[in-house]
């Protein structure tokens, strides 16, 4: 089975910069390697609402944002080390969420990580 | 859009329980599928796939879970509701990106 680990979430002042980790194992997965899944970002609010953050593709070629984070965040993988990054930039209150880590099986977010909190906070 | 109803469900164990969902759009994928899933999240647990493709259960949970619905109204149905089912559940459609999510139906016991 996949597991997703989520790190580098932590309390950061409006304004300011974060990088957000996924670190991926247990590939081969079905006959499929890490470079063969989309991957998403998706933050849950403190009021439990989730929301889409953004998707990647497999060849990182293909890339989408949600409307409230487009031109602030940053996503990226590594496919030698199944990781996937989200970079944070202009962060404000309202990014404050825990964000999930999920793998993509063709429609449906199949593999979910334990998240990693940010707070943001002056 | 993606709607859910109830909001909160309060349900007595060993009755069955259901929610509903709606669409704003159909969610019909060009390819001829439909891709619209449920998720159940336990409390202080990360959300699970539940249910995908609308009525394709994931094989971690019972058979007391049931999808069904096409187009725009689908649907989560629970035969007999046990203490482990409680927490929230989220609809969420994957036909288009981005992804967008059910507002969460709170399951409790009475």
């Known amino acids: 089975e996949v597991q997703l680990v989520e790190s580098g979430g932590r309390l950061v002042q409006p304004g300011r910069s974060l990088r957000l980790s996924c670190a991926a194992s247990g590939f081969p997965f079905r006959g499929y390697t890490f470079r063969d899944y989309t991957f998403h970002w998706i933050r849950q609010f403190p009021g439990k609402g989730l929301e889409w953050v953004s998707g990647i593709n497999g060849r990182g070629d293909t890339i989408r944002y949600g409307g409230s984070v487009q031109g602030r965040f940053t996503v990226s993988r590594d496919n030698a080390n199944n990781s996937v990054y989200l970079q944070m930039n202009n962060l404000r209150l309202d990014d404050t969420a825990l964000y999930y880590c999920a793998k993509d099986n063709a429609g449906d977010l199949e593999s979910w990580g334990q998240g990693t909190l940010v707070t943001v906070s002056s | 859009v993606m709607t859910q109803s109830p909001l909160y469900l309060s349900v007595t164990l060993g009755q069955p329980a259901s929610i509903s969902c709606r669409s704003s759009q159909s969610l019909v994928h060009s390819d001829g599928n439909t891709y619209f899933n449920w998720f159940q999240q336990r409390p202080g647990q990360s959300p699970r796939r539940l249910i995908y493709?609308?009525?394709n259960r994931d094989s971690r949970f019972p058979d007391r879970f049931s999808g069904s619905g096409s187009g725009t109204d689908f649907t989560l149905k629970i035969n007999r509701v046990e203490a482990e089912d409680v927490g929230i559940y989220y609809c969420?459609?994957?036909?288009?990106?981005?992804?967008?999510f059910g507002q969460g139906t709170k399951l409790e016991i009475k």
């Open positions: 969420a459609q994957g036909t288009n990106w981005p992804y967008t």
């Open positions: 493709k609308v009525s």
